[in-house]
């Protein structure tokens, strides 16, 4: 059997630079990947759906165009579309690779199950290591829909494979990657209708951001069905049928599942070693990644932390320090997170109902996107800006920023709340005319009132 000084199940955005730094530092890293390098991000997540949304915005964009007085024809060639989406994940997916080769970290790529106390298998090797990190990520989680499984149906693992664009979509979920995916397709011209089973849109997110989404999705011409559950798939002849509980019939030639995700942990073994899951399947954490098996940590979604690349890379950052004998936390860091529909949707810190939740003498702002002189000029009215304070500090508490690029706005927020920040700081700023940043002072200033 091999020895070595850590090894890192699974190579997501927090074990790859783990093990990375690791084997850097001359020390032996083992990491097992049992599909592709650079895990869910970069191969069947945030790259490629983001490389696609950039053609698939690029196209909406010149069609919501008529009410700038540009009148354009859109062709899209969607072979073209799809050959740049796999080609900037096949780049990055090789750059790791060679990142990983590099700094001299033995890559397994097995199935890896832990088989006995700090030691983990895969294929046929067969190591033991003082330290063990689980960052296996989770999969698309399918529900047991009669007459789904055996059909050729579209999950984030398979939808950027596709080489034509289907004239209709379906698709099921009203979360991030059913809007974000199918928003896209229908920017691109599939005719696509959504399957929402409650009354809206991301439903964990504010009423507003729901609302507003849903009017940007019906202006693309998707149709959404809400308080709606898919009874029965069918699939002949190329065409999918998803009878709705209220008995209607949609048809289209593709049906994307998006309704969540389920902890890649079955195959670990975790038993073996007493790593605890929780009700789901996740790995039950302390403040500190520790696992409760001896030795063994996990870090980004399998672990049941908010699911996005940055929270899995900062665990990684935080994992690395509590190592080396730092006294950090996961818990201390400011959440921020986007939605790349369009709008977009920003969100950093607590809503105004979390805050009182917490019990704090909280108060929310909200500006519209159609009192902004950049957002009527610019044609992206729809949306909004709010910010959330603390009545009995006026520090800042949260921010939820609907509207063009709001992902990238929504960093001013994320800032001003890590460094503790008033609303009057942010209110004495003067910023750029005409920008959307020129709307935050602005947002502070309605505290005055
Ligand atoms: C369509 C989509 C779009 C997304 N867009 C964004 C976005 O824009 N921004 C954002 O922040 N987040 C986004 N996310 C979420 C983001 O991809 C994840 O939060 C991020 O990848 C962190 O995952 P991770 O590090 O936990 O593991 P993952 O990246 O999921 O990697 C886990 C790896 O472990 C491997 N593995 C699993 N079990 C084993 C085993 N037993 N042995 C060996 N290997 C194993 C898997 O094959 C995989 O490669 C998106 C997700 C999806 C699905
Ligand atoms: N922009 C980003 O950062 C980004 C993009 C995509 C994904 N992600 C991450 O990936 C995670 C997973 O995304 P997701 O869209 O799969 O999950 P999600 O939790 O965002 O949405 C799942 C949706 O499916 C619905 N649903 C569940 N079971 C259903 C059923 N049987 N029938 C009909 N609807 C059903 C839920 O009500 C919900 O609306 C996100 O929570 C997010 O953390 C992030």
């Known amino acids: 059997m091999e020895t070595a000084d850590l090894i890192v199940i699974g190579s997501g955005q927090g074990g790859i630079p783990l093990a990375s730094d690791f084997a850097q530092e001359g020390r032996r890293a083992v990491i097992f990947e049992r599909d592709v390098l650079g895990g869910s991000c970069i191969n069947y997540g945030c790259t ?103 059909t050729p149906y579209l999950t984030n693992r398979n939808f950027f494979d596709l080489k034509e664009l289907p004239p209709r979509l379906v698709v099921i979920g009203g979360g991030y990657i059913s809007l974000e995916l199918g928003q896209g397709l229908a920017r691109l011209g599939s005719q696509t209708q959504i399957i929402v089973r409650g009354d809206r849109l991301l439903d964990a997110e504010e009423p507003e951001v729901s609302a507003t ?49 389920k902890p890649n942990t079955q195959a670990l073994n975790a038993a073996a070693t007493g790593v605890e899951l929780d009700d789901r399947g996740y790995i039950k954490i302390s ?68 805050a009182q939740q917490k019990g704090i003498n909280a108060r929310s702002v909200t500006l519209q996107m159609s009192q902004i002189a950049r957002a009527i000029e610019w044609g992206h009215d729809l949306g909004f800006y709010r910010m959330v304070i603390d009545n009995d500090t006026n520090k800042i508490l949260g921010a939820t920023l609907v ?40 947002l502070a200033r309605l505290y005055q009132q």
């Open 213 to 261: 989404l849903a009017q940007a999705l019906e202006q693309d011409g998707i149709k959404l069905h809400f308080h709606a559950e898919a009874k029965q798939v069918a699939y002949q002849n190329g065409i999918f049928t998803a009878t709705l509980n209220s008995g209607e019939e949609l048809q289209a030639e593709a049906l994307l599942v998006a309704t969540g995700r």
């Open 48 to 150: 490629p759906s983001k490389a696609f949304l950039a053609a698939a915005h690029a196209a909406g964009r010149a069609r919501h165009a008529d009410k700038l007085g540009i009148h354009a024809q859109v062709n899209v060639d969607f072979p073209a579309v799809m050959q740049r989406v796999r080609g900037i994940k096949g780049s990055f997916n090789q750059g790791i690779h060679k990142r990983l080769e590099d700094a001299g970290v033995k890559i397994v790529f097995a199935e890896a199950s832990f088989v006995g106390e700090k030691t983990v298998a895969g294929g046929n090797f067969v190591v033991q290591a003082p330290i063990i990190v689980i960052n296996t990520g989770t999969s698309a989680l399918v529900p047991d829909i009669p007459g789904l499984a055996g």
């Open 287 to 354: 403040d500190r990644f520790a696992t409760t098996g001896d030795g063994i940590y996990a870090i980004g979604d399998a672990a049941r932390q908010p699911a996005f690349t940055h929270v899995s890379w900062e665990d990684y950052r935080r994992l690395k320090a509590i190592l080396a004998g730092e006294n950090r936390t996961r818990s201390d860091r400011v959440l921020g997170y986007a939605v790349y529909t369009e709008p977009q949707v920003g969100r950093v810190g607590m809503t105004l109902e979390q």
């Open 403 to 442: 509207g063009y690029e709001a992902g990238e706005i929504v960093h001013v927020f994320l800032d001003l709340i890590a460094a503790e920040a008033t609303w009057q700081l942010l209110e004495q700023s003067v910023h750029i005319h005409p920008t959307y940043g020129e709307a935050l002072p602005s």
